[in-house]
């Protein structure tokens, strides 16, 4: 009697597309999930944050960045009705005084990291030499930030009454929903001259620098930073916070004509 020949195991191609889908959905598991970090940034630290985080990115993969730019006052109220940020980092010290306050700031992640300044600006060839020649007829519109949520605004508010201008000026106020708006406003022609920071002033060709307002006539100029308490990824934020704070982002910084705050 002849032995019976063995035969292969025959499989369907149904079977085998289920192995493929098991193999893949266990390869996923595995797979490092990313991360998606959400950043709520004052419009004035638009351009250093965004090459900030492309040096952070190469040491750190698995990480993805979402921007929410605009002004500080805005960004804190969008925190506070529970926008889903991971880090805020605002131009002024009082929106995240106001969301520590509704304990809405992971304890111990706060840090002021910049300073910066204050500046008239005014197209190129205008012939305005300083903020007492806002007065003139010829300047008819002065673009501002809205002070009820813009920093720059407030802090140009600050030193127009210092200087006994505002009550003369405030017919002539346009007023702008964050400081880079501002800016658009004057290099635009849209207003004759413009209160935005200096680092503001240095990105752009069509302004130019009229006068740097006194420090003593506003508030210190402080960006700080914190993680939201709210974070999914309060780990990640909390890392990027350092990051911000050692040497190599702070050349960023200074690169962009920020100054460093003070520990």
Avoid at 138 to 144: E, G, T
Avoid at 237 to 243: H, K, L, T
């Amino acid at each position: 009697m002849k032995a019976r020949r063995a035969e292969g195991i025959r499989f369907g191609p149904c079977f085998c597309v289920a192995l493929l889908a098991l193999a893949i959905s266990i390869s996923a598991c595995h797979a490092p999930q990313r991360v998606m970090l959400t950043l709520s940034v004052a419009a004035s630290v638009k351009d250093a944050i965004l090459e900030a985080e492309a040096a952070y990115l190469r040491d750190h993969a698995g990480i993805d960045f979402r921007n929410n730019f605009g002004s500080s006052g805005t960004l804190a109220r969008e925190i506070e009705e529970g926008a889903p940020v991971d880090a805020f980092i605002s131009a002024a010290s009082k929106p995240v005084d106001d969301l520590e306050a509704n304990g809405l700031i992971a304890p111990g992640t706060r840090r002021n990291l910049l300073r910066n300044s204050l500046v008239l600006i005014a197209p190129r060839d205008s012939r305005l030499r300083d903020f007492h020649g806002l007065t003139d007829p010829s300047v008819r519109l002065i673009a501002l930030g809205d002070p009820a949520s813009v920093p720059a605004g407030q802090y140009g508010r600050q030193t127009l009454a210092a200087l006994h201008l505002l009550d003369r000026l405030n017919q002539k106020l346009v007023l702008g929903g964050d400081v880079r708006q501002v800016l658009t406003y004057v290099e635009t022609g849209n207003a004759d001259a413009g209160i935005v920071y200096a680092t503001d002033a240095q990105t752009s060709s069509r302004v130019r620098i009229v006068a740097v307002a006194p420090d003593s006539s506003h508030d210190a100029i402080v960006y700080p930073a914190a993680v939201v308490k709210a974070s999914q990824n309060g780990g990640v934020a909390r890392d990027f916070i350092d990051y911000l704070s050692t040497p190599e982002a702070q050349a960023i910084f200074v690169r962009h004509g920020f100054t460093i705050a003070s520990p």
